[in-house]
């Protein structure tokens, strides 16, 4: 958008990942990137992490006005952090941004440092529950939270527990939920979906295959997933479990998986960039994450048409309508996940009611479109306060 001096909006995008590897996070920052017009922003994103070699880099950006840097830093306060900081001050002291919007812990710190500079808009954008921070960062945040315009979060559950644990002012706190692109992610018809499942190396149309996406770490819980899946294959030998993803969990997950004499029902995909490729070849959606923010991987299933399985955190209890777009559960208890899993495994009719209502809800309500326009507009709300 023009600013009153006619120049594009200048945007500095600060993040503490590589928005070209795999995560929630960076997928949130590739579609909003691609949704906002090229002809009026000038957009540069600082990361603050290594360039990701070709086996982490899950996509390409479309947006030819953003510009790509990187600056691995371990911590603020340490001399690469120290460093990152003084670059970001020369720039904002010089005039190059209107802008500046951090997300996650280290970003935002140093935008919240940054220098009170006539005309400068500040955005924190909170991507999650704070499940990393300690008592001690969240002390800090609660010092330095009245130095942001706004503070953003996809979702209701993170604007309570910033109120409510960092004490930040809910006047200057704004929700814009996560959006998806529904037209890379939809449903097929049968004769793809066919073809699909056949290069997924599932020939069989009676196979019930349940999906996961998410990155193998703590927080995804794959271990309660897998021991889950196990009572399912007891009561459903058709049933399959696919997991999209990799991390530093995956090996403890693959020999879990043995352990349990399941190995033969659960497929590793590993990282994807063709993630739409895989969803509408399934027949049902699990995360049985502790912790969520606004799920991207639940918004993109949602949009292929498929029914979701999730726990009870976060954002999943704005996303995922009970007995209509699915099943909420307890989040870590495994029989209540093998309960779900089963009973919609075993009901087809069913799974396919809640598929349609999961792609109307995504095309009403989590458009990357409408994610955009909301940013647009807190943007220029902000570029007239200032």
Known sequence: MPTPTGHPLRLL???DTAILGAGGSQRFLRNLLTALPSSRYAIDVLQLSEAPDDARCVAQLQNNVVRLMYHPIESVYAPRGIEAYRMVRRRVLRGDYDIVQSHHEKSDLINALLPRVRGLGRISNRR????????????????????????VAPCRSIIDMLVADENAGGKRCRTIPN???TTRFRPI?????????????????????IGCVASFTP???HDVLVAAFAQVLARHSNAHLVLVGDGPLRQDIEARTSALGIAAGVH????RADVERIL????????????????????EAQACGLPVIAGAVGGNTELVRPNVTGVLVMSGTVDAYA?????????????????IAARDHAEQHGSVEAMAASYERLYRELMHAH
């Open 280 to 299: 509408p070849a399934l027949d049902l959606f699990v995360l049985a994450s502790s912790t969520e923010g606004m799920s991207n991987a639940i918004l």
């Open 268 to 271: 590793f995909a590993g990282a």
């Open 179 to 181: 959006g998806v692109d």
């Open 339 to 355: 309960q779900a899993l089963s009973d919609l495994v075993g009901d087809a009719p069913r799974r396919r009611r809640m598929g």
């Open 13 to 15: 995008l600060l993040t």
């Open 128 to 151: 999650d529950m704070g499940f990393q921070k300690t008592r001690r960062v969240r002390a800090l945040f609660r010092r330095v939270n009245s130095r942001f315009d706004y503070i």
């Open 219 to 221: 927080v995804k819980r």
């Open 189 to 209: 018809d049968h004769d793809q979906r066919r073809a699909l499942r056949s290069a997924l190396g599932f020939e069989n149309d009676h196979a019930c295959l």
